[in-house]
């Protein structure tokens, strides 16, 4: 008898906690609804974290993630899809990851995520992200060849967006590869290839006036190579 009093007990508490977990499973389904109508943020943030734990999923993680990403908190979503490279993972997390681990200057451990990305689905926006990369590591030629994928696949209609200045603005992919390239030319023999680099950013500054980014490497260009001729 007490055999079954068990069984009876155990399956009473099943009982119990599973409709509990259903009861809560809606309240936050509804919270989180709620506060999507409101754009509170953090609402949604809170309710999907609570829906993830009652009812965990790829998607509920990767759109978490994504929210962390878009606040700027990198750690937070990086802690929430996880930081090793994985293969595996969805599109979402993946570029939650490269997103995050550039923002946190791990160029290298961005590169991998990038790179992952362009194997998936190859485009001149994640191709300017992997150059853009390199010549940070100074891996040139890896940049490079980015740079010649990203100007055979530009157009005028594929932008990209810069914030060095206090008002974001856009330019043509193809002037921001070409800024690149003058870029890695400089890089490549610093004390001779001046001329031949600020002759590449003219060409990125024909395709957009207005690129203050290239402005700026073409006026430092300019006042290095009047500083040498002074002292030669």
Request: proline share 3%; charged share 20%.
């Amino acid at each position: 008898m007490k055999k079954y009093i068990g069984i009876i007990i155990v399956v009473f508490t099943f009982s119990v906690n599973a409709q509990s977990n259903s009861e809560l499973l809606k309240h936050y389904e509804a919270y989180y609804k709620q506060m999507k109508s409101q754009g509170d943020v953090q609402g949604v943030i809170n309710a999907l974290t609570h829906l993830n734990i009652i009812e965990p999923s790829q998607a509920r993680r990767d759109t978490l993630a994504v929210l962390y990403m878009n606040g700027g908190q990198h750690i937070q979503a990086l802690n929430t899809v996880g930081i090793e490279h994985d293969p595996s993972a969805s599109d979402m997390a993946v570029e939650v990851k490269a997103v995050c681990l550039q923002a946190l200057n791990q160029q290298e451990l961005a590169i991998k995520e990038f790179e992952e990305l362009f194997k998936r689905s190859p485009n001149a926006l994640i191709a300017y992200e992997l150059a853009d990369l390199k010549i940070q590591i100074n891996d040139l030629d890896g940049a490079n060849a980015n740079i010649t994928y990203g100007l055979a696949n530009s157009d005028n209609e594929i932008m990209r967006s810069f914030y060095e200045g206090q008002t974001p603005y856009q330019v043509p992919i193809k002037a921001a590869f070409l800024y690149l390239k003058g870029l890695v030319k400089y890089r490549e023999a610093p004390n001779t290839n001046i001329d031949a680099a600020i002759a590449i950013l003219d060409e990125a500054l024909a395709v957009s006036p207005e690129f203050n980014l290239a402005k700026i490497s073409k006026d430092a260009l300019n006042a290095q190579r009047n500083t040498t001729k002074k002292e030669d």
